[in-house]
């Protein structure tokens, strides 16, 4: 079944959600395809074997059988937060029979040899990097979120939160932090002061989703509160006081006044893998470049004559330090990709390409052509 509604497609009931062209196809080839009566839903949150969907009411849908085995089989292919899903009627019930193509993903790499990456997040168009004004700020840390934003195809943005408390040192938090994420925009905030809220909040565009990263306490939640002017996301308090409890299935895409998503994953806030060794590559674009000019085009970096690293480094361009952390992060991620097969390593790479092509496609479109 397809979409024939009367509506103009910018009406489509699902276009608050994120639906897109590209969703759209996808869906409707799979819809030709079946013998069913299907309809497109978003994924909020799931689990083992049942997902809480929108079609954009709120349902619930349990898997179809050949879902099951395929996620028995590789968990990657198992509906998560942001998915878009073709769902069906089963009696009283919903069923979901397929999971539709992701543009992107968020991967947690399994660690252990034999263990399955893990998606926790799909089609996410951005995501926030969030580093406290007050805690160093740690740039390490944020080269790895940012590595593991590229690596999963969308685009980062890093927010320097509670930057009330940078006091006069605002400055150079800032400039450290631009230097360190050069190719990401860079936004001060604070959710107590509202400072910098308004340079933000207009680059959550309707309909984008969105994933925040950073490590506990960063002021995530209170980040999303400030933006959306109310509360859609519980606070470090308010998390403290609810420990212990049973907490249900909960809502995990969140709907921000403005338009944009929110995928509220707490297995997200604390990943630290760097994510694909292009991932690093990307956030160390600066070191990269250099290393184009090496003579050598296998150069180690270490004392070949004619590198052009250890030139930079001689003459105070390069931070030694940063070279040492790029080489970190590199082994890191190669080690991590070295257990993946190289079908998912290409298929990553061509998401950077088709994302590029769609937020070019998208920005015509917004321009009206
Ligand atoms: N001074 C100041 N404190 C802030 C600001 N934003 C958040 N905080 C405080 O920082 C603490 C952590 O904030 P949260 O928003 O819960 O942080 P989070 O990143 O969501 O934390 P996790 O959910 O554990 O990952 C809370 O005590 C907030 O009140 C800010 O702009 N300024
Ligand atoms: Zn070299």
Redesign the pocket.
């Given at each position: 079944m397809s979409t024939s509604r009367t509506d103009t497609p910018t009406a489509h009931p699902l276009t608050g959600l994120g639906w897109n062209p590209r969703v759209e196809h996808a869906f409707d080839s799979l819809s030709h395809a079946s013998g069913h009566a299907l309809y497109p839903a978003r994924v909020s949150s799931s689990r083992r074997g049942g997902a809480l969907v929108r079609l954009p009411g709120e349902a619930h849908a349990d898997y179809a059988p050949a879902l099951t085995r395929a996620a028995r089989e590789d968990p990657s292919t198992a509906p998560c937060a942001g998915d878009w899903v073709a769902v069906r009627r089963s009696g009283d019930t919903w069923l979901v029979e397929a999971v539709l193509e992701r543009s992107t993903s968020l991967v947690r790499q399994g660690v252990a040899k034999d263990s399955h990456d893990q998606v926790l997040a799909a089609n996410v168009d951005a995501v926030l990097v969030?580093e406290?004004a007050?805690q160093g700020p740690n740039v390490g840390r944020l080269e790895r979120f940012l590595s593991l934003a590229w690596a999963c195809g969308a685009t980062p943005v890093v927010a320097v939160?509670?930057?009330?408390?940078a006091g006069d040192r605002l400055p150079e938090v800032l400039e450290l932090v631009r230097t360190v994420a050069a190719g990401a925009d860079v936004y001060g905030?604070?959710?107590?002061?509202g400072d910098g809220l308004a340079e933000l909040a207009p680059r959550f565009l309707p309909g984008t989703s969105w994933v925040?990263l950073?490590?506990?306490?960063?002021?995530?939640?209170?980040?999303v509160?400030?933006l959306a002017g109310q509360s859609l996301?519980?606070?470090?308090?308010i998390?403290q006081d609810k420990r212990g409890r049973h907490t249900t299935t909960h809502r995990q895409l969140l709907e921000l006044p403005g338009g944009a998503l929110v995928l509220d994953i707490?297995g997200v806030?604390?990943i630290d893998v760097p994510g694909d060794p292009e991932g690093v590559d990307r956030t160390f674009a600066d070191v990269g470049e250099l290393a184009g000019r090496c003579r050598f085009r296998d150069c180690s970096h270490g004392s070949e004559p004619g590198c052009a690293i250890t030139a930079a480094v001689d003459e105070g361009e390069l931070d030694s330090e940063r070279l040492a952390r790029w080489n970190r992060l590199r082994r890191e991620a190669e080690w991590n990709s070295a257990r993946g097969d190289q079908r998912v390593r290409a298929e990553r790479k061509q998401r950077w390409k088709a994302a590029e092509r769609e937020a070019r496609a998208n920005a015509r479109l917004k321009r009206g052509r």
């Open positions: 969030c406290a007050d939160t509670k930057s009330e408390l905030v604070s959710a107590h002061t925040l950073g490590t506990s306490g960063a002021g995530k939640s209170s980040l509160n400030s996301m519980d606070t470090g308090e998390r707490p806030r604390r």
